[in-house]
């Protein structure tokens, strides 16, 4: 069975503070997908990033990096210099490489304060 | 260009009565999917179409659950004798490939 854990519920920052949103993960797949997905206030869901299960490197967009380790079964997200606009809630999810299915985590809400 | 659509957004229905939620994907997206969220959750997979067909189905959904997809274009989702528990916000996503979805608003079903 897969399982993700976002053991942070919310969080709140001052606006060009870093946060780094934690995603631990369950699997018994040798392959599988991490990703991230972002839900503004508005309510769609937005892809952020996919990371395969044999691809460790670390990955830099923007204000946005992701630290994937293996030997913690963690993937997670970091926010540098946060912006207002970056308040939402942040879903860490995980897809077995048999199954079309994604497995979301219950979400991070990050409020960024002006 | 418009992204995924569904129809309606909000729908009440009384405990026992049958509803049916409509999803138009984006127009070249050949993969379509169906979720569910409740209030301080994350989405919960339903059921998975690859065209026309369901290629996989959350082994969770009740059998009061069905969903369709003709001819591999829009899909809907019934669900049938609602209860309760049913209350959930219904999303729907596309996806060209099966790495990025591109979600919808949702329909928020509220069972009374």
């Known amino acids: 069975a897969q399982k993700v854990t976002q053991a942070q519920t919310e969080i709140s920052v001052v606006e060009k503070e870093d946060v780094t949103l934690d995603c631990v993960y369950e699997?018994?797949?040798?392959?599988?997908?991490l990703f991230w997905y972002k839900q503004p206030p508005s309510g769609e869901l937005v892809f952020l990033i996919r990371?395969?299960?044999?691809?460790?490197q670390n990955e830099i967009s923007g204000r946005y990096s992701w630290n994937f380790q293996k030997s913690t079964s963690s993937f997670n997200f970091t926010i540098t210099a946060s912006q207002v606009v970056d308040s939402a809630v942040y879903f860490c999810?995980?897809?077995?490489?048999?199954?079309?299915?994604?497995?979301f985590g219950k979400g991070t809400k990050l409020s960024v304060i002006p | 260009d418009t992204g995924v659509s569904q129809d309606p957004r909000h729908k009440i229905t009384k405990r026992g009565q049958n509803v049916t939620f409509r999803c138009d994907p984006i127009?070249?997206?050949?993969?379509l999917y169906w979720y569910r969220q409740t209030l301080g959750q994350g989405p919960e997979f339903l059921t998975y179409?690859?065209?026309?067909?369901?290629?996989?189905k959350s082994r969770l959904l009740s059998d009061r659950f069905s969903a369709e997809r003709p001819k591999g274009s829009f899909s809907t989702l019934e669900i049938q004798r609602t209860e309760q528990g049913d209350s959930a916000m219904y999303l729907c996503?596309?996806?060209?490939?099966?790495?990025?979805?591109?979600f919808g608003s949702g329909t928020q079903l509220s069972v009374l």
């Open positions: 990371r395969n299960s044999f691809d460790e």
């Open positions: 127009s070249e997206h050949n993969r």
């Open positions: 996503a596309s996806s060209l490939d099966v790495e990025k979805l591109f």
């Open positions: 999810a995980l897809r077995g490489a048999g199954s079309y299915q994604l497995t």
């Open positions: 179409f690859q065209n026309e067909a369901q290629l996989e």
């Open positions: 699997t018994r797949d040798t392959t599988y997908y």
